[in-house]
């Protein structure tokens, strides 16, 4: 067998990896748009856009991504999300965050690798009427475990309700139940 087409195969396998992450993540971004949508039809919620491809949100873009005001509340939501199902989100009390590999063929070496550390932009939601804002940070791929650390403390294990810089972590499900409880 020649070299090179193994060469070519490892390739083909690790472009096959990573496009099936991005593939996923569209996949439950289509997901959101589908939900968002059904949701504000069937209650009669003002749905409101604040960029054309609003369900690929990006975590780095500073400006909120969608909104959905209710009777009593308007929801300013920005995306956030975890490309691979097997890492944790390790949140920080001043905005922070890491993203946790776990590794399944170095365990006996090596139990976790933290990434690199990254900053949560100051994200720009804009206001809307007179109505109380709730400011979310929807994330969605979820990842495995979500945690969050304080300044001088341990990490704790965190999940949909909880705040960091100003915004409540949601998931698509918190985000339905909400809206819903706020008609």
């Known amino acids: 067998m020649n070299p090179v087409y193994l060469i070519y195969f490892l390739l083909a396998v690790i472009a096959a990896i990573i496009g099936w992450a991005y593939l996923r993540c569209f996949f439950k971004r289509l997901m959101v748009l589908v939900k968002v949508k059904g949701l504000c039809r069937k209650h009669g919620f003002r749905f409101t856009a604040h960029h054309p491809l609003w369900f690929l949100g990006c975590r780095y873009l500073k400006g909120a991504d969608f909104s959905?005001?209710?009777?009593?509340?308007?929801?300013?939501v920005k995306l956030f999300g975890c490309l691979w199902p097997l890492k944790s989100l390790i949140l920080r009390e001043h905005g922070e965050y890491?993203?946790?590999?776990?590794?399944?063929?170095?365990?006996?070496?090596?139990?976790?690798?933290?990434?690199?550390q990254h900053l949560l932009p100051r994200?720009?939601?804009?206001?809307?009427?007179?109505?109380?804002?709730?400011?979310?940070?929807?994330?969605?791929?979820?990842?495995?475990?979500?945690?969050?650390?304080?300044?001088?403390?341990q990490e704790g294990i965190s999940g949909t309700g909880d705040m960091i810089c100003g915004m409540e972590i949601a998931s698509i499900?918190?985000?339905?139940?909400?809206?819903?409880?706020?008609?």
């Open 173 to 183: 499900d918190h985000l339905i139940r909400i809206a819903e409880s706020a008609k």
């Open 98 to 116: 890491i993203f946790r590999a776990h590794s399944n063929f170095l365990k006996a070496i090596l139990d976790i690798y933290d990434g690199y």
């Open 68 to 76: 959905i005001e209710t009777d009593k509340t308007v929801f300013s």
């Open 123 to 153: 994200y720009r939601f804009p206001e809307m009427g007179d109505k109380p804002q709730s400011r979310l940070l929807l994330i969605c791929p979820m990842p495995l475990e979500i945690l969050m650390q304080p300044s001088n403390g």
